[in-house]
């Protein structure tokens, strides 16, 4: 009898956690990832150290989890996602989930005790996407503008598709890039580019 309550009591624990989880507001789910990271960082010296496996893996483990993929990689391509095969767009999604990653493990390498104040949220209940406007405030400079745009699941969870520094999207400014490469080359080319310097990097 006690096993068996000790199962409800688990499994009831984990449906009212993911219920939680998808509930959980964009600018909720913003603040708890970036004050999670924050956190380790300044208490991992090898991190502060610049150990790149660590960053990578806090990265990996703590911010991309919080992306949508196909959002941001439909939004990147643009008309070329339409026209791109499943295995095209697999492998093109792998690479550049890899870009992320390398930029991301970049940005935190450089944290130095900055602090992060947030916008109070506008949201309607039927919205189904939200900005959560922030600034990076730094000692000696100039407070930096940081966005998130996030759009809702089909269970209820927020997801980020774009991030938006100083008036500059992410997706605006990769697509700019790519769409370049995609025109002259075609995609299976920006895709071996990304590849090609994604292993450079890990070098």
Excluded: C, H
Aim: proline share 3%; net charge positive.
């Amino acid at each position: 009898m006690n096993k068996f309550v000790q199962l409800v009591a688990t499994l009831t624990f984990g449906l009212v956690l993911n219920i939680a989880q998808a509930t959980e507001a964009p600018d909720v789910l913003v603040k708890r990832t970036s004050d999670d990271v924050l956190a380790i960082i300044k208490q991992d010296k090898d991190i502060q150290a610049g150990n790149t496996q660590k960053i990578f893996s806090l990265a990996e483990e703590k911010i991309l989890p919080n992306f949508n993929f196909d959002t941001v990689s439909r939004l990147v391509l643009g008309k070329n996602w339409l026209r791109a095969t499943p295995p095209q767009k697999a492998a093109f999604q792998a690479e550049f989930k890899s870009l992320l990653l390398r930029t991301y493990a970049t940005a935190l390498s450089k944290y130095k005790n900055q602090t992060i104040d947030y916008k109070p949220l506008k949201l309607l209940p039927a919205d189904t996407v939200a900005a959560v406007k922030s600034q990076i405030v730094q000692s000696g400079a100039q407070p930096i503008e940081l966005d998130y745009s996030l759009e809702k699941q089909a269970d209820g969870s927020w997801k980020v598709f774009d991030i938006v520094v100083e008036n500059v999207s992410l997706v605006t400014n990769y697509r700019s890039q790519f769409s370049n490469e995609i025109r002259q080359n075609g995609l299976d080319s920006l895709t071996k580019k990304l590849a090609d310097k994604n292993k450079a990097d890990k070098k």
